[in-house]
């Protein structure tokens, strides 16, 4: 069932499944917990767990072929996709995995148009491949790195994942020029900022700030915009 906010726009629908849902409740501090208060995210967090039949509610078992660690079992998140994708929407379904394709600004800007996202939170040694192939009959799947390390699990990943994404919808952060001139915008890395006093302790804020002068600044931001990039992230000048 969709939502829909006061305004009459749609709600953006986002499910998680995990094996520790309570990693998620630092969500509802941030904007995000605002926007889902004011119905334009629907969010809801599920503990895998939920969908077992067994006594000790077992999600993992013991690799084919052998090797260290335990693996995630099907069945649950069959289950669960099932019950998560049930109405045809066709949600993306986004496996966090180091074995992805990294996730950027406009991985971001890409996922914040779909309306329906469901993410699936590995622990372990990962989860087991049939659910990726099962998956593709519900909707799209992705298979999504934070970057190149790994992580014990999928949360702090899906949480990165979630608040780059949000803050993208349409009314979740009040000011959208805000998001105009952030690093990864434009390609490029943001200049720098500053507020009050004009001196602290002994440290000035660049003359040309107070100046007044729209043009000058704006010109000196590119500028610094270019050489931050230059020095700290060249490869972003190469693309
Ligand atoms: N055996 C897996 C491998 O080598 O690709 C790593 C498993 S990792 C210990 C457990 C879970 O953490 C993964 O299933 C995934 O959900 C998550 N994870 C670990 N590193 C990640 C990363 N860089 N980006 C996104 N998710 C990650």
Known sequence: MRTSTPSGRSAHRIDVVSIFP????????????KARDSGILDLSVHDLRDWTHDRHRTVDDTPYGGGAGMVMKPEPWGLALDQLAAGGTRPTIIFPSPAGEVFTQATARDLATREHLVFGCGRYEGIDERVFEYARDLGEVRLISLGDYVLNGGEVAVMAMIEAIGRLIPGVVGNPESLVEESHEDGLLEYPSYTKPAVWREHEVPPILLSGNHGAIAAWRREQQLERTRIRRPDLLDD
């Open 22 to 33: 309570s990693y998620f409740d630092g969500l509802a501090l941030s904007l995000l917990g």
